[in-house]
């Protein structure tokens, strides 16, 4: 049974940085996808905001090239994102993603609420 486990998330002002990491127990193919996605209020639907796969191939939304980072580290089965220079659009519930043929798991979630 695979689990994800976020943390990072919080309360901060405009042009601030938060970073999020999501830690995944259990036994994952070593060639996976790992991303972070994202609800913000009122949507119905998750926005894929950044993945980067086993080989370090990246993707990037473009509402965040130049202000995200996402980073892994596959000996912890754990990837990171990074979060510059945030906007209050940037408010909203993020999740962890693995894919990892044919299975997809996701964490829990973790509030980012960023004041203007």
């Known amino acids: 049974q695979v689990q994800l486990v976020e943390s990072g998330g919080g309360l901060v002002q405009a042009g601030g940085s938060l970073r999020l990491s999501c830690a995944a127990s259990?036994?994952?193919?070593?060639?996976?996808?790992m991303a972070w996605y994202r609800q913000a209020p009122g949507r119905k639907q998750r926005e894929l905001v950044a993945?980067?796969?086993?080989?370090?191939?990246?993707n990037y939304a473009d509402s965040v090239k130049g202000r995200f980072t996402i980073s892994r580290d596959n000996a912890k089965n754990t990837v990171y994102l990074q979060m510059n220079s945030l906007k209050p659009e940037d408010t909203a519930v993020y999740y962890c993603n693995i894919f990892s043929t044919p299975r997809v798991y996701w964490g829990q979630g973790t509030q980012v609420t960023v004041s203007s």
């Open positions: 993945s980067m796969t086993s080989g370090g191939s990246t």
């Open positions: 259990g036994t994952i193919f070593s060639s996976n996808v």
